[in-house]
């Protein structure tokens, strides 16, 4: 890998700000991290490990700044998260039996579907504090954690918007709830996914660590914001990290 001098890491740095900020919202902060570190030289396989590397800590400063808003629900992700890492282990085993290449296609619609869901749907009813939860909603989200989770051990492009669409259509769930609840679930794939590149010393630290420290302060700044704008922001995020995804999917395989 050729060396990265000072200049280089600052860049990087700011892009992890900036993608920190837009995957606690919507998703698809590695859309810009991945392709910044490719820029910088890494290797694939090396570039892959080192954004687990530092997004890890964007998903867990937006985790936090979530459950401090009240946005977080404690029985959900003592569910969600072992079953979210749980997939994630999983998914990075099956690299080595399917190709990566062979998802894309479906991933393409899937984003696709997901940008025209998020567009086109209108605001949940109000839900009352008191209101029962939804006949089997556990099991729903452990659901939805354990394939997603299993999804971005594995391939991993749309992961967080994939979760906000699961727990908006399949709970109910307003956007900046299903936020919150999808961070619960990508900390934990995130934290699986670290554990494994640094097992294999594939995470270029030198590079992750100032990143991480930018996306603690953008996972914090994009949880924040989507407190605060709630699911307007949100939806807006959420349709363009979609349309964004499918588009760069769809022109790798081009």
Known sequence: MPGAGLPEILLLSSVALVAGTLDAIGGGGGLLTVPALLWAGLPPHAALATNKGQ??????AAL??????????????????PLGLAGSLAGAALVL???ASALRPAVIALLAFAALFVGLRGAPPPRLEDAPPRRGALAIAGAIALAV?????????????????????????????????????????????????????????????????CQ????????????????????????????AAAAKLAWDMG
């Open 55 to 60: 997004s890890v800590f964007g998903s867990f």
């Open 149 to 213: 989770g299993a999804y971005d051990g594995f391939f991993g492009p749309g992961t967080g918007t994939f979760l906000i669409v699961g727990f908006v259509a399949l709970l109910g769930d307003g956007l900046a709830h299903a936020s919150a609840g999808a961070k619960v679930v990508n900390f934990a794939s995130n934290l699986a996914a670290v554990a494994l590149f640094a097992a294999k010393g594939t995470v270029v630290w030198r590079l992750a660590l100032p990143m991480a420290a």
């Open 216 to 243: 603690l302060a953008g996972g914090w700044l994009g949880a924040h914001l989507a407190i605060r704008r709630g699911d307007a922001l949100v939806r807006r995020v959420v349709v363009a990290v979609a349309v």
């Open 97 to 99: 039996a399917v190709p």
């Open 64 to 81: 936090v700044r979530f459950a401090r808003g009240g946005l977080v629900d404690p029985a959900r992700a003592k569910v969600t998260f």
